[in-house]
T-cell receptor, first 111, second 118 residues
Framework: GQQLNQSPQSMFIQEGEDVSMNCTSSSIFNTWLWYKQDPGEGPVLLIALYKAGELTSNGRLTAQFGITRKDSFLNISASIPSDVGIYFCAGDSGGTYKYIFGTGTRLKVLA | ETGVTQSPTHLIKTRGQQVTLRCSSQSGHNTVSWYQQALGQGPQFIFQYYREEENGRGNFPPRFSGLQFPNYSSELNVNALELDDSALYLC?????????????????FGQGTRLTVV
């Protein structure tokens, strides 16, 4: 099935560092969502984006809806050990809730 | 806590058997979508139910079927199980289906059902 491209695939960072990851699509989306998934759990919604160019924050997390509507970015500032997990982007082209997910970025934080 | 609950949490079935997975959506949400997540991959859209009718389907064969009930809870049924059906099955609940309010299209996931086919 179709999946969006996320990069990097995985990253190790030191506690306190900032993290950036992105997601790209060949299609235009009207909505971008960012999720975090812990092992054995369902994805938890972090941030929702609805407008090209939009920049939205949720605590230490900031996400942007790309101007081309074909990409999105997630930044985590001052990472902490509990940020460990897999981050997924998801896009929806028509407000239908039928999301296409990215391949995931696995984040590991070294204390 | 999303308010979306799935049962069972784990299940082991034999190839060729049939399985039913269940999902209770978040209060006030009338749209339920099902996703399959294979190990190491992102979730793949299976189908969506809105007001008890199928409202879109991904690239999955007809042996994957579903139901939605008047209280908006839902079931996913898989017949003739294959080894490749082993995955985490996720249910996502959303506040409105059909023509969605474009400013409120979040999907909230349950904890998933881990299905193992042997």
């Amino acid at each position: 099935g179709q999946q969006l491209n996320q990069s990097p695939q995985s990253m190790f960072i030191q506690e306190g560092e900032d993290v950036s990851m992105n997601c790209t699509s060949s299609s235009i989306f009207n909505t971008w969502l960012w999720y975090k998934q812990d092992p054995g759990e369902g994805p938890v919604l972090l941030i929702a984006l609805y407008k090209a160019g939009e920049l939205t924050s949720n605590g230490r997390l900031t996400a942007q809806f790309g101007i081309t509507r074909k990409d999105s970015f997630l930044n985590i500032s001052a990472s902490i050990p509990s940020d460990v997990g897999i981050y997924f982007c998801a896009g929806d082209s028509g407000g239908t809730y039928k999301y296409i997910f990215g391949t995931g970025t696995r984040l590991k934080v070294l204390a | 806590e999303t308010g979306v609950t799935q049962s069972p949490t784990h299940l082991i079935k034999t190839r060729g058997q049939q399985v039913t997975l269940r999902c209770s959506s978040q209060s006030g949400h009338n749209t339920v979508s099902w996703y399959q997540q294979a190990l190491g991959q992102g979730p793949q859209f299976i189908f969506q139910y809105y007001r008890e009718e199928e409202n879109g389907r991904g690239n999955f064969p007809p042996r994957f079927s579903g139901l939605q009930f008047p209280n908006y809870s839902s079931e996913l049924n898989v017949n003739a199980l294959e080894l490749d059906d082993s995955a985490l099955y996720l249910c996502a609940s959303s506040p409105g289906g059909g023509i969605a309010n474009l400013m409120n299209t979040e999907a909230f996931f349950g904890q998933g059902t881990r299905l193992t086919v042997v």
